[in-house]
């Protein structure tokens, strides 16, 4: 067999690139409301959908839900990139907002009606021992969407609120809306925005709108974005976002709007910065470009230093990696983002670059220049995070790559980022596995890492201190795969899964892997799960699609 690596994945229909929504589910009129922060610390913007056009579009709020007294009305934009069909974008902002207050509020208009009332927080103050909460993930289909809610599967495209009410309710994304302060979507929505004319789309923000209308969800843009028609829902469907970017405007095929593929905002003690690594890969309109953001990212990050005292941690995110260790993906794709990124994250000195776009997780020591000094305490570089499995029809990509020395942890079970800033020097970090795809139930929720990162020294980063050597070894790395135990191999080696394969071969014989292989299929289809052949470089977008499916005995 030329397959030399399998990854054992939850059943899937070999469908789920066209799931569609039945015709008979009914939504209402005004549906998939998502907010974002607005522009000024006083606002958040609200954006919705209708299939039929809308009269005068309106949001209301106040302090109490029966008390709405406040209104603004918005904007409406007609969506004609989906062949057969026309829909509407609205989007309204409330203004003169209070901070560390609860607001009710419903958007519609003088035809289709009003939105059922929702509450969200503006700006919670942190209190003493209590952090700000920013809930981290990317790559979440509409189908597979498992971080969502345990009841979230990959049999159906819906996983709203009344498919989550079916189960638990006090784990995964839906159980973190009482205490987030925002939500971070690293690109990859929906497996595709645009698929099916637009009505994957729809699911999806029917699905996320269980939280995004609570929290404000913030974005970056991922490479399933990237297409004619999938970028033109990207803008369209995100022009709520806060976008300080240069050009104002991106344009597509639906024409200009909100220039999302950059953008900035603070919350709390953290300056965000958005940015689209798909500017590496030829996606411009050709007024936005890789020249236009390298010019605005270094004035913005210019600005943001200047204001440390009082916004003191820095976290630039986007969709593709700088460092990872999974598969081809980092070899030279991010080598060539690594090249423009690095000096600018370095020199303006930028705690943390977040990404998802490989579907596991994957958190380094301070590193600059593949050099790490292991060690979160003051840290003399950038942190870099992969986040990327929250779940989607690709489902799980393995390490077939050995974990290097810069790498802390690595796990490619399905799983979301919690990230809690207790104050300038303090941020508590933790993975959360989301994986329903042989573990119990009582797995789902569980704290896979944990970690604190210390910095007393905000500020550029010098290179007389950057970190100066290539360990060999590292004692404190982990790594975690989610089907590593279930063949039975050794953990915490270091060592990516092939490897430990080969090992077992060598040493016990094909014999005593075929017996194994046998009882673990004996299992696999007990629980009818099925095993996905994958190409050795990991890079199994797709495959199963092409038929790479189990092939007996070989591994």
Same mark, same amino acid.
């Given at each position: 067999?030329?397959?030399?690596?399998?990854?054992?994945?939850?059943?899937?229909?070999?469908?789920?690139?066209?799931?569609?929504?039945?015709?008979?589910?009914?939504?209402?009129?005004?549906?998939?409301v998502?907010?974002?922060?607005?522009?000024?610390?006083?606002?958040?913007?609200?954006?919705?959908v209708?299939?039929?056009?809308a009269?005068?579009?309106?949001?209301?709020?106040?302090?109490?839900?029966?008390?709405?007294?406040?209104?603004?009305?918005?904007?409406?934009?007609? #969506?004609?990139?989906?062949?057969?069909?026309?829909?509407?974008?609205h &989007?309204?902002t409330?203004?003169?907002?209070?901070?560390?207050?609860?607001?009710?509020?419903?958007?519609?208009?003088?035809?289709?009606?009003?939105?059922?009332v929702?509450?969200? =927080?503006?700006?919670?103050? /942190?209190?003493?021992? *209590?952090p700000? !909460?920013?809930?981290?993930?990317?790559? &979440?289909?509409?189908? +597979?969407?498992f971080?969502?809610?345990?009841a979230?599967t990959?049999?159906?495209?819906?996983? $709203?609120?009344?498919?989550?009410?079916?189960?638990?309710?006090?784990?995964?994304?839906?159980s973190e809306?009482?205490?987030? *302060?925002?939500?971070?979507?690293?690109?990859d929505?929906?497996? $595709?925005l645009?698929?099916?004319?637009?009505?994957?789309?729809d699911? #999806?923000? /029917?699905?996320?709108e269980?939280?995004?209308?609570?929290?404000?969800?913030?974005?970056?843009?991922?490479?399933?974005?990237?297409?004619?028609?999938n970028?033109?829902h990207?803008?369209?469907r995100?022009?709520l976002?806060?976008s300080?970017?240069?050009?104002?405007?991106?344009?597509?095929?639906?024409?200009?709007?909100?220039?999302?593929?950059?953008?900035?905002?603070d919350?709390?003690?953290?300056?965000?910065?958005? &940015?689209?690594?798909?500017?590496?890969?030829?996606?411009?309109?050709?007024?936005?470009?890789?020249?236009?953001f390298?010019?605005?990212?270094k004035?913005?990050?210019?600005? %943001?230093?200047k204001? !440390? $005292? %009082?916004?003191?941690?820095?976290?630039?995110?986007?969709?593709?990696?700088i460092y990872?260790?999974?598969?081809?993906?980092c070899?030279?794709?991010a080598?060539?983002i690594?090249?423009?990124?690095?000096?600018i994250?370095?020199?303006?000195?930028?705690?943390?670059?977040?990404?998802?776009?490989e579907?596991?997780?994957?958190r380094?020591?301070p590193t600059?220049?593949?050099?790490?000094?292991?060690s979160?305490?003051?840290?003399?570089?950038?942190?870099?995070?992969?986040?990327?499995?929250?779940?989607?029809?690709e =489902?799980?990509?393995?390490?077939?790559?050995?974990?290097?020395?810069?790498?802390?942890?690595?796990?490619?079970?399905?799983?979301?980022?919690?990230? &809690?800033?207790?104050?300038?020097?303090?941020?508590h970090?933790?993975?959360?596995?989301t994986?329903?795809?042989?573990?119990?139930?009582? *797995?789902?929720?569980?704290?896979?890492?944990?970690?604190w990162?210390?910095?007393?020294?905000?500020?550029?980063?010098?290179?007389?201190?950057?970190?100066?050597? !290539?360990?060999?070894? +590292?004692?404190?790395?982990?790594?975690?795969?989610?089907?590593?135990?279930?063949?039975?191999?050794?953990?915490?080696?270091?060592k990516?899964?092939?490897?430990?394969?080969?090992?077992? /071969?060598?040493?016990?014989?094909?014999?005593?892997?075929?017996?194994?292989?046998?009882?673990?299929?004996?299992?696999?289809n007990?629980q009818?799960v099925?095993?996905?052949?994958?190409? !050795?470089?990991?890079?199994?977008?797709?495959?199963?699609?092409?038929?790479?499916?189990?092939?007996?005995?070989?591994?």
């Amino acid at each position: 067999s030329k397959a030399t690596v399998s990854v054992l994945y939850w059943a899937r229909t070999m469908h789920l690139a066209t799931l569609v929504v039945a015709a008979t589910i009914s939504v209402s009129p005004i549906e998939q409301v998502h907010t974002a922060w607005g522009k000024n610390v006083n606002e958040i913007s609200a954006q919705w959908v209708t299939q039929t056009p809308a009269g005068v579009v309106t949001i209301q709020w106040g302090s109490h839900k029966d008390r709405m007294n406040e209104s603004t009305t918005g904007n409406s934009r007609e #969506f004609i990139v989906d062949p057969g069909r026309t829909w509407y974008t609205h &989007m309204a902002t409330m203004v003169g907002l209070k901070t560390n207050t609860e607001y009710f509020y419903r958007v519609g208009d003088s035809v289709n009606g009003f939105s059922a009332v929702n509450s969200i =927080m503006n700006r919670r103050l /942190r209190k003493e021992g *209590d952090p700000y !909460r920013h809930i981290i993930m990317g790559d &979440m289909g509409a189908a +597979c969407a498992f971080t969502i809610c345990p009841a979230c599967t990959q049999h159906s495209a819906v996983c $709203d609120a009344k498919t989550c009410a079916t189960n638990k309710t006090n784990v995964g994304l839906i159980s973190e809306t009482a205490t987030a *302060d925002q939500v971070l979507h690293v690109g990859d929505f929906a497996y $595709d925005l645009g698929s099916n004319n637009g009505t994957v789309g729809d699911q #999806f923000f /029917r699905n996320i709108e269980q939280i995004a209308a609570k929290v404000p969800y913030m974005i970056s843009h991922g490479n399933h974005e990237d297409s004619e028609v999938n970028i033109a829902h990207f803008i369209e469907r995100f022009r709520l976002m806060p976008s300080n970017a240069l050009p104002v405007q991106y344009h597509t095929k639906n024409g200009a709007s909100t220039n999302s593929l950059y953008f900035s905002w603070d919350h709390g003690l953290v300056h965000y910065v958005a &940015m689209s690594t798909e500017l590496w890969f030829g996606v411009t309109d050709f007024r936005t470009t890789l020249e236009t953001f390298v010019e605005w990212v270094k004035k913005d990050l210019e600005a %943001a230093n200047k204001n !440390r $005292d %009082a916004v003191p941690w820095i976290v630039v995110h986007g969709h593709r990696s700088i460092y990872c260790s999974c598969d081809s993906d980092c070899d030279a794709g991010a080598e060539w983002i690594r090249l423009t990124m690095e000096p600018i994250l370095f020199d303006y000195g930028v705690d943390f670059f977040i990404n998802g776009h490989e579907h596991n997780y994957e958190r380094t020591w301070p590193t600059h220049d593949r050099k790490s000094d292991q060690s979160n305490m003051d840290p003399k570089a950038t942190i870099y995070v992969v986040t990327g499995a929250a779940g989607s029809h690709e =489902m799980h990509e393995p390490f077939t790559k050995p974990q290097p020395s810069w790498s802390a942890f690595r796990s490619n079970s399905f799983s979301y980022t919690r990230m &809690m800033v207790y104050n300038a020097s303090h941020i508590h970090w933790q993975q959360v596995q989301t994986d329903p795809t042989l573990f119990p139930l009582s *797995d789902y929720g569980r704290v896979i890492d944990d970690t604190w990162i210390v910095q007393h020294n905000h500020g550029p980063f010098k290179k007389e201190d950057a970190p100066k050597t !290539r360990p060999t070894s +590292c004692p404190q790395c982990s790594e975690y795969d989610h089907w590593t135990p279930l063949l039975g191999l050794p953990e915490g080696t270091g060592k990516a899964t092939w490897e430990l394969i080969a090992e077992f /071969r060598k040493t016990h014989g094909e014999q005593a892997w075929k017996t194994k292989l046998r009882s673990l299929m004996e299992l696999v289809n007990s629980q009818k799960v099925e095993w996905e052949d994958v190409r !050795r470089d990991g890079n199994s977008d797709g495959a199963w699609a092409q038929g790479y499916k189990w092939k007996g005995d070989h591994a």
